[in-house]
Structure formats: structure tokens, C-alpha cells
């Protein structure tokens, strides 16, 4: 179990420059998990609809959202240029230089993610997330997290890491102290237990990134 924390790594005037950038380019939809374990993404009008039906696009969905799993709106930074990218990268690269030394082809869309009004995800691991339309020759090897806000401006919404026994800490801390405020980064091995607790007030923002390489042997 491995991880790499930037801690305030980039000022929060910054990160407010970010945050306005990623918001006026984001599109929200509804995040659950579903039952074959991929993230699915609603429109506000499917969400809307599913609520007050039961149905989108007037059918019975194949599998329902479980929001005791996860309750997120998410939007994804599309474009290989964008300067999400190159920020989150560079957290990427410098962390599996000197920690991890994982052979990476290639980091999915970034997920711009909001956290309101009792947001949560539960224990989950990013490496079983793959894309469905994989070969199967790949898989996740690291995970990224990067806070937009201040943890002043909300309560609840800790990242918190799990090791099959208690929450993973550093020095006899808890490792969600060490990332919360903003501008803070970790990244972590995608196989890690890890989750982020329900926001009881205020609204979390942060991005999240994963790399893909060749599965290990």
C-alpha cells in the first residue's frame, strides 16, 4: 500500500482560477455505481426522470443506481490540451518517479467532481473500475486526487483510505488531515480501499485521475 501527498502544492488563489475553469466547461450529471461495477452517468433530465418514473428514456433501466454506493455529480474535462491535464500529470509523473515506478501508457478523462448535499462514495477500488470496452491487457495502476476547496467551506467529504484493519495514517495521523485542504494532491495505488465521506454542508470540488499500463505480472 503506497501513496505520494502533495500537501498545499498549488496556492488557493490558484486553485480558484482552476475551479472557475473547470465549472463554466462542466456539464453535470448524476454518478452511481451500478451492478456490474461501472460508473454511470445521468443527464439532469434522466435524473429527473428516474426519480419520478422509475425509467430513462421511458424504459426500465438495466441496473439501477445504488446511492448507498456512491452520490456524486461528475462532469468530465474532455481534450488532450486542456490545462487540467498538464497540472494533473505532472502530479502523475513525479509520484510514480519516486515512489511507484509503474509502467503507464496513458491517464483516462479527468473527472471534475462535486460533492453536495449528502454526496458520498463508499469503499471502492479505482483498479476494478476499468473501462467495460477494455481488452483486458490493461488496468488502472494509480489514482489521483487533487482538492479544489477548502475544507473550511464544507464539512464531511474526507478522503479516507482503508488497509483491511483501520484508515491508513502517517506519523500517527490520519491521512485525510494531510489532503484536505485545498490544493492538496495524493496520489495512490488505484488497488487501494479508499472513500469519501458524506458532505453534511458546504460543497467539495476536486479532480480525480486515473492511469492506465499493461496488467501487472
Known amino acids: 500500500m503506497s501513496f505520494y501527498i ?29 451492478a456490474e461495477g461501472r460508473p454511470a452517468v ?7 426522470e428516474i426519480s419520478e418514473k422509475g425509467t430513462i428514456n421511458g424504459e426500465t433501466p438495466p441496473m439501477g443506481l445504488d446511492y448507498k454506493i456512491r452520490k456524486t455529480d461528475i462532469s468530465f474535462i474532455q481534450g488532450k490540451d486542456n490545462l487540467m491535464n498538464e497540472i494533473c500529470w505532472s502530479f502523475i509523473r513525479v509520484a510514480n518517479e519516486k515512489c511507484f515506478k509503474y509502467k503507464l501508457d496513458h491517464f483516462q478523462p479527468i473527472q ?7 454526496g458520498h462514495y463508499g469503499w471502492h477500488q479505482d483498479d476494478t473500475l476499468i473501462d467495460h470496452n477494455s481488452d483486458g491487457n490493461e488496468v488502472r495502476k494509480l489514482s489521483l486526487t487533487f482538492n ?32 484536505k485542504s485545498v490544493g492538496s494532491a495524493i496520489v495512490f495505488d488505484s488497488s487501494d480501499w479508499h472513500r469519501v465521506t458524506p458532505v453534511t454542508r458546504g460543497v467539495r470540488y476536486s479532480l480525480v485521475c486515473w492511469t492506465v499500463g499493461p496488467n501487472f505480472v
Open 6 to 34: 502533495f500537501p498545499n502544492a498549488v496556492p488557493k488563489e490558484v486553485c480558484k482560477e482552476y475551479l472557475n475553469y473547470c465549472l463554466m466547461n462542466a456539464e453535470f450529471g448524476d454518478a452511481g455505481l451500478v
Open 42 to 48: 445521468l443527464s439532469e433530465t434522466e435524473m429527473k
Open 148 to 179: 479544489l476547496t477548502d475544507h473550511s467551506e464544507y464539512d464531511g467529504g474526507l478522503l479516507e483510505f482503508f488497509n483491511g484493519e483501520k484508515e491508513m495514517s502517517k506519523k500517527g495521523r490520519n491521512l485525510s488531515e494531510d489532503i
Open 112 to 118: 471534475f467532481a462535486r460533492y453536495q448535499n449528502g
